[in-house]
């Protein structure tokens, strides 16, 4: 059993939770996520890393209450366990396997968006430790929704806060925020952005007439995390691909995002689920080996 030893409701509806998984957070590094299950017969909820302590045994994730499964989570308590807590899945960041010494002649951008500002911060605090420093955008609908704010300052080089309502940071979308640095003067080698499906969209539409590389994770459309599912199949430079087993991240200007995102609302329904599978045949799975 994994036992939650922090749990802390950053705004009204986010939590964070740091739990006991010291096989977890061993082999853990940015990028990954893990599938978690309040009890044998819970839905399993993929989530990215936000954090992991190989020392004390920890990993750290934060998920937002939206649905059945993430709201049953929500009311656990400190002391209570989840019954399966597996990982780490996925590849890590793309960051983490360059050489350190090339990371450090690169600037490099984050862009996040609300709960996107979780899965960040590991990569943003993993390049700090090596010697790196990242700029940082992370963008909220108000200031009531403003997440992990000090702890990005601690590591980041730059960080930039916007709200879509001015209520707090610069005023405006992540975009505008990438639009005035780069009137500024600011240039960059390469972008990061993770968020919701229609943030990284825009951002990748405005980074590639910048001639800006950018990398986006996919994981906002993972559901069973393995791929058995169907629901994050994606395709990227003309290529089927499974966001969960070939990523979480992808060269963001690759991928077709409005194909995704009807995927994401037709999948929200059993009607809708039916269609892909009969739609997509051998294509619709990709943990099973695309049902060869």
């Known amino acids: 059993m994994y036992e939650i030893l922090k749990k802390k409701e950053l705004v009204p509806g986010i939590i964070l939770m740091v739990v006991r998984a010291p096989r977890v957070a061993k082999n853990a590094l940015p990028g990954q996520f893990v599938i978690v ?4 017969w819970a839905e399993r909820i993929p989530l990215t890393i936000c954090d992991y302590d190989s020392k004390e045994g920890t990993i750290t994730i934060v998920f937002a209450a939206i649905g059945e499964g993430t709201y049953i989570m929500s009311k656990l308590n ?22 350190v010494e090339d990371l450090k002649s690169k600037k490099i951008l984050f862009v996040a968006g609300g709960v996107g ?13 090596h010697g790196v420093k990242a700029d940082v955008i ?13 702890e990005l300052k601690e590591v980041s080089g730059n960080l930039y806060v916007t709200t879509d309502d001015g209520s707090y ?11 005035d640095l780069y009137e500024e003067g600011r240039k960059y080698d390469v972008c ?61 200007h690759l991928v077709d995002f409005d194909q995704a995102m009807q995927r994401q609302t037709l999948y929200r329904t059993v009607e809708g689920k039916k269609y892909l599978e009969a739609k997509e045949g051998k294509t ?5 080996g695309n049902c060869q």
């Not at 366990?81 to 983490?96: E, V």
């Not at 968020?195 to 590639?208: E, S, Y």
């Open 37 to 40: 299950r309040t009890d044998e």
């Open 117 to 129: 500002t979780a899965p960040v911060y590991p990569q943003v605090k993993w390049l700090n430790e």
């Open 78 to 99: 400190e002391g209570d366990c989840f019954h399966d807590f597996t990982g780490p899945l996925g590849r890590p960041s793309d960051l983490t396997l360059e050489n």
């Open 169 to 179: 940071g610069r005023s405006g979308m992540v975009t505008k925020v990438i639009a």
């Open 284 to 288: 619709h799975h990709g943990g099973c």
């Open 138 to 150: 992370i963008g909220f609908k108000n200031k009531d929704l403003v997440i992990l704010e000090d």
């Open 192 to 252: 990061v952005a993770i968020g919701p499906m229609i943030m990284m969209k825009f951002v990748c539409k405005q980074t590639k007439e910048l001639n800006l590389p950018t990398v986006v994770s996919l994981n906002p459309i993972m559901v069973d995390g393995t791929g058995m599912c169907g629901a994050c199949r994606v395709t990227v430079g003309g290529e089927v691909k499974f966001a969960c087993v070939d990523g979480p991240e992808f060269d963001g």
